[in-house]
């Protein structure tokens, strides 16, 4: 792996978002209300 390589998959790690378990059943929850688009719910958690 060259220096570019190395940086990018640094800085890509560090810039990947992890989630709860917790917000992520909070999520499916409002998934299954089936109140709402999938897009809707997406962009209310901010996970576009």
């Known amino acids: 792996m060259n220096n570019k390589t190395a ?26 209300k089936e109140e709402k688009t999938i897009s809707q719910i997406a962009s209310e958690y901010g996970i576009l």
């Not at 940086?7 to 299954?32: C, H, P, Q, W």
Request: positive net charge.
């Open 7 to 32: 940086f990018f998959k640094v800085y890509n790690d560090a810039m990947r978002k992890t989630y709860s378990g917790e917000f992520k059943a909070k999520v499916v929850l409002e998934i299954f």
